[in-house]
């Protein structure tokens, strides 16, 4: 018995020795850097629900770590951490525990996609050629369907005027419709905030205006004064003859070449208001929150007409009657040769 209980302390006495040696080789290439493959990064998905087992190997398939084995040491070590879902980015040196480190913070990729106030559905699918996640046809062909809009505008083409301009986070898994949707939601915030108790506000007809207004003038002390030439001469019958609707129309046929010739003008297209009365059939652009406003409280006042200006500011020239508004349009002609 004696002999027998002199064997067994060796073994008890090197265990802790062991399980140390087993935690510094765990420390040690757990904080070791690694060079991610290939070296310009990669992106992993961590799809929710996933094992940590899952993850390690899905860590280590795509080279951001040695092992799944270090992975699975660091997990022992911190069992109560919650490893969270989403697409994330790798490049250059990692250690597996600033890896393990990155997706219990849930540091994500993410992409900032941001749209100017008066761009159209053309302006940001070609902007989103510029990025690598939601592509461009993709996005023109969930903005042609205005299910999700109907609710505010039953009239709406499509969702042009509904995509509010703002920046967005978007990732490789963001989808054409996802990315719609945050759009849509955004204007939804803003129209409940502009609106308010003004319930019976079109939203139709306000966003139609407001994309004009927004197209016509970066001025925002002209906004209101545009809108009021506009709903004036909607009051009287007047064609509108606001040239962004001719540019659109002929981006809706696929033959505008960067500016506005005499055939343009003469489109049979609906949305130029050169040839047909009243509002275009829908938006031709998505503004922001002062062209809304604008829209929705146009300045009091009787101008029917506006030019710019000779002196180049940007500014236009507001007029009341024809024989004012061709004096102005003169001294524009003027100042141009």
Same mark, same amino acid.
């Given at each position: 018995?004696?002999?027998?209980?002199?064997?067994? !302390? %060796?073994?008890?006495?090197?265990?802790?020795?062991?399980?140390?040696?087993?935690?510094?080789?765990?420390?040690?290439?757990?904080?070791?850097?690694?060079?991610?493959?290939?070296?310009?990064?990669?992106?992993?998905?961590?799809?929710?629900? =996933?094992?940590?087992?899952?993850?390690?190997?899905?860590?280590?398939?795509?080279?951001?770590?040695?092992?799944k084995w270090i992975f699975l040491g660091l997990r022992a070590?911190? %069992? /109560? $951490?919650?490893?969270?879902?989403?697409?994330? !980015?790798?490049?250059g040196e990692q250690s597996p525990w600033r890896v393990f480190?990155?997706? /219990?913070?849930? +540091?994500?990729?993410?992409?900032?996609? *941001?749209?100017?106030?008066?761009?159209?559905?053309? +302006?940001?699918?070609?902007?989103?050629?510029?990025?690598?996640?939601?592509?461009?046809?993709?996005? #023109?062909?969930?903005?042609?369907?205005?299910?999700?809009?109907?609710?505010? +505008?039953?009239?709406?083409?499509?969702?042009?005027?509904?995509?509010?301009?703002?920046?967005?986070?978007?990732?490789? $898994?963001?989808?054409?419709?996802?990315?719609? /949707? @945050? =759009?849509?939601?955004?204007?939804?915030?803003?129209?409940?905030?502009?609106?308010?108790? @003004?319930?019976?506000?079109?939203?139709?007809?306000?966003?139609? #205006?407001?994309? @004009?207004?927004?197209?016509? *003038?970066?001025?925002?002390?002209? /906004?209101?004064?545009?809108?009021?030439?506009?709903?004036?001469? #909607?009051? =009287?019958?007047? %064609?509108?003859?606001?040239?962004?609707?001719?540019?659109?129309?002929?981006?809706?046929? +696929?033959?505008? !070449?960067?500016?506005? &010739?005499?055939?343009?003008?003469?489109?049979?297209?609906?949305?130029?208001?050169?040839?047909?009365?009243?509002?275009?059939?829908?938006?031709?652009?998505?503004?922001?929150?002062?062209?809304?406003?604008?829209?929705?409280?146009?300045?009091?006042?009787?101008? #029917?007409?506006?030019?710019?200006?000779?002196?180049? $500011?940007?500014? &236009?020239?507001?007029?009341?009657?024809?024989?004012? &508004?061709?004096?102005?349009?003169?001294?524009?002609?003027?100042?141009?040769?």
């Open positions: 018995m004696l002999n027998l209980g002199g064997r067994r !302390r %060796p073994v008890v006495a090197l265990f802790p020795l062991a399980l140390l040696a087993g935690l510094a080789v765990i420390a040690y290439w757990g904080l070791a850097p690694y060079p991610v493959t290939p070296e310009q990064g990669t992106f992993v998905e961590i799809a929710r629900g =996933m094992s940590s087992r899952e993850i390690a190997a899905v860590l280590a398939s795509h080279g951001v770590i040695r092992s070590v911190h %069992p /109560r $951490s919650k490893l969270q879902a989403g697409e994330y !980015r790798f490049a480190d990155k997706i /219990r913070r849930g +540091d994500v990729f993410y992409e900032e996609f *941001t749209v100017p106030e008066g761009s159209n559905i053309f +302006d940001i699918a070609a902007l989103l050629e510029q990025s690598d996640t939601v592509k461009p046809n993709d996005f #023109l062909n969930a903005a042609a369907d205005a299910s999700g809009i109907r609710d505010l +505008d039953a009239k709406a083409p499509n969702l042009e005027g509904y995509l509010f301009p703002s920046t967005y986070r978007v990732t490789h $898994s963001t989808t054409a419709r996802q990315l719609c /949707r @945050m =759009m849509t939601d955004e204007f939804r915030k803003q129209w409940r905030g502009l609106v308010g108790s @003004m319930q019976t506000a079109s939203a139709h007809r306000v966003v139609t #205006l407001a994309s @004009m207004v927004e197209k016509e *003038t970066a001025i925002p002390q002209e /906004r209101p004064l545009v809108a009021s030439v506009f709903a004036n001469r #909607l009051q =009287m019958g007047m %064609p509108l003859q606001c040239d962004p609707t001719t540019v659109y129309a002929a981006l809706l046929e +696929d033959r505008y !070449r960067g500016g506005i &010739h005499k055939s343009d003008l003469k489109s049979a297209n609906p949305y130029n208001t050169y040839t047909h009365a009243g509002l275009p059939p829908g938006p031709i652009a998505n503004p922001g929150t002062e062209s809304l406003k604008a829209a929705l409280q146009p300045a009091t006042g009787d101008y #029917l007409y506006f030019v710019a200006r000779a002196d180049g $500011s940007g500014r &236009h020239h507001f007029s009341a009657t024809l024989a004012e &508004h061709e004096r102005a349009v003169a001294e524009l002609r003027k100042a141009g040769r």
